[in-house]
Structures are given as C-alpha cells and as structure tokens.
C-alpha cells in the first residue's frame, strides 16, 4: 500500500473513482476444437483498456482517466469498449500517462483510443464491426480508431499469424466470433490467444541472490489465488533485484503450461500490477 502511495505520488495521480465499476465483456482463452474461419481476428493490444460512458473514459478498475479535453472532444455521446495504446511494448509509459491526475498534453498527443467494442449495441459482432468503421468516419478524430480485425482460413494461418506478430512485439491474438450478440461478463465468444500464459500473484517473500546477485534478491516468492507457492527468479532486472515489488504487492507472470507437480513452467516476471 505504501509503494503504491508513492508511485501515486511520483505520478501525481490520485485516481478519481467513477461511480460503478464499467461492466465489460471479458476473454477466455482460446481453445483448439473452435472453426477460426467463424471468428474475427484482431492484435492484442498492450495498453490501458478504458470505457467510454459518453462523457469521460473510466478505467477497468473503475477509476475516471483524466484525459485532455481536446483528446476525447470529437468522441461520440454513445459507450464504446477500447484501448489506450500507442505502440507495442510501452505498457509502461501507457500507464503512466492514462494515470496522471493532471494529464500531460504532450505525452497524449501519442495515444489514440482503439475500439473493439459497442456495448448494448444490437446486432452480430460483424454488424457491429461495420457500425463501429462508420462511427469513426462520422466522428473524424484522429484520437479515434478501429482495432483492425482481419479473417483466417484455418489454425495453421492463424498460429502462423501469432508467431509473426508477437515475433514484432506484439502481445498475442484476439477472436471474436462473427455471430456473437453483446453481452459482458466473461465469454467463449471472445478468445485471447498467446504462445504464453500469464496470471496474477501476490509477492509473500524473497530468495537471496547468489554470485553476481550477491546482496541482492534472487527471487521472488509468490502466492496464486489457488494458494500455490512458487518462486520467480527470471525476468527481474538488475534494478528490481535491487528493489523488488513489496511483499504484499500484486504482480504479473507469464509462463508456459504447467510441471508434473503442478508448478507454472518457465515462470517469467512480467511487471508489477498497478491497482488502476
């Protein structure tokens, strides 16, 4: 709690909280029995996922981003789902912008706010594709985009696509089957695709360095929401061993499937979860 008083502090972000939490249409993961050639296909976005009610963004974590007033002037009136993004791998820099209190004009001159979604809109997700490319037409902001979505004929184009991309920095893949109805909560009509997995875990300790990471930590010991206790060692930096996330911190990991013994296999350390 303390760190993340200060990284607020540092920021000069205190988020305002919106009234209710926005309700979203969440992912699952994606599944090999499906016909891909049912689905959309879109990049998964490393950004800051926000919610447009039509009058201000808020957070997925309920908190209203203060964005320039100039950045959302030509937003419709009508709630859109979408991302705050900018370019692949600038998670960081994302979130330090979206998060600051007073927003720095020159630092969202950068970022646009991709759409994926029109919530309560009627119609399948490929009318809804069509309504979204004509709503950005109309609203002329150059603050204001569609995700590209784009079609496969098969899982093999599909992962083929996968490895292209995230081979150029990208995140993963996003499915949305054509035919889907909106509706929030999490949905088998939208799946995330990555050659990775990652998940959340609570930092309960350290393991001491060793050799050139004498007197520094050399691991993370993590607890899952399962109450699985693991530890993770690769992905910290020098500056991190240093200074690790706070015991108590949330953060996130990415792995590749699972041990015998049910451990996450080749645990990375993928960055510390900011509560915004």
């Given at each position: 709690?303390?760190?993340?008083?200060?990284?607020?502090?540092?920021?000069?972000?205190?988020?305002?909280?919106?009234?209710?939490?926005?309700?979203?249409?969440?992912?699952?993961?994606?599944?090999?029995?499906?016909d891909?050639?049912?689905?959309w296909?879109?990049?998964?976005?490393?950004?800051?996922?926000?919610?447009?009610?039509?009058k201000?963004?808020?957070?997925?974590?309920?908190?209203?981003?203060?964005?320039?007033?100039?950045?959302?002037?030509?937003?419709?009136?009508?709630?859109?789902d979408?991302e705050?993004?900018?370019?692949r791998?600038?998670?960081a820099?994302?979130?330090?912008?979206?998060s600051?209190?007073?927003?720095?004009?020159?630092?969202?001159?950068?970022?646009?706010?991709?759409?994926?979604?029109?919530?309560?809109?009627?119609?399948?997700?490929?009318?809804?594709?069509?309504?979204?490319?004509?709503?950005?037409?109309?609203?002329n902001?150059?603050?204001l985009?569609?995700?590209?979505?784009?079609?496969?004929a098969?899982?093999?184009?599909?992962?083929?696509?996968?490895?292209?991309?995230?081979?150029?920095?990208?995140?993963?893949?996003?499915?949305h089957?054509?035919?889907?109805?909106?509706?929030?909560?999490?949905s088998?009509?939208?799946?995330?695709?990555?050659?990775?997995q990652?998940?959340?875990?609570?930092?309960?300790?350290?393991?001491p360095?060793?050799?050139?990471y004498?007197g520094?930590v050399?691991?993370?010991?993590?607890?899952?929401?399962?109450?699985?206790e693991?530890?993770?060692?690769?992905?910290?930096?020098?500056?991190?061993?240093?200074?690790?996330?706070a015991i108590?911190?949330?953060?996130?990991?990415?792995?590749?499937?699972?041990?015998?013994?049910?451990i996450?296999?080749?645990?990375?350390?993928l960055?510390?979860?900011?509560?915004f």
């Open positions: 709690m303390f760190k993340m008083l200060i990284f607020l502090l540092v920021l000069g972000s205190f988020p305002l909280l919106a009234v209710t939490k926005p309700d979203l249409l969440l992912a699952q993961d994606y599944q090999d029995n499906i891909v050639s049912q689905y296909v879109s990049e998964k976005l490393d950004g800051v996922r926000a919610y447009w009610d039509g201000q963004l808020i957070s997925r974590g309920g908190n209203i981003i203060q964005a320039p007033a100039w950045f959302t002037a030509d937003f419709p009136s009508r709630p859109l979408g705050l993004w900018f370019a791998q600038q998670f820099q994302i979130l330090s912008t979206v600051k209190q007073q927003p720095v004009s020159s630092e969202w001159q950068q970022l646009v706010y991709y759409i994926f979604e029109l919530p309560q809109a009627e119609g399948t997700f490929t009318e809804r594709i069509r309504m979204m490319q004509l709503l950005v037409q109309q609203q902001s150059p603050y985009q569609v995700v590209p979505q784009f079609r496969v098969d899982r093999a184009t599909l992962l083929a696509t996968l490895t292209q991309l995230e081979q150029a920095g990208a995140e993963g893949l996003m499915l089957h054509q035919d889907a109805h909106y509706k929030t909560g999490r088998a009509d939208l799946l995330k695709l990555k050659t990775y990652d998940a959340e875990a609570t930092v309960i300790g350290y393991r360095g060793r050799g050139k004498q520094m050399g691991a993370l010991v993590v607890r899952t929401p399962d109450g699985l693991f530890a993770i060692g690769s992905g910290l930096t020098d500056a991190l061993r240093q200074t690790p996330p108590g911190s949330e953060i996130t990991y990415r792995y590749n499937g699972y041990t015998s013994n049910g996450p296999r080749f645990a990375r350390f960055r510390e979860r900011q509560a």
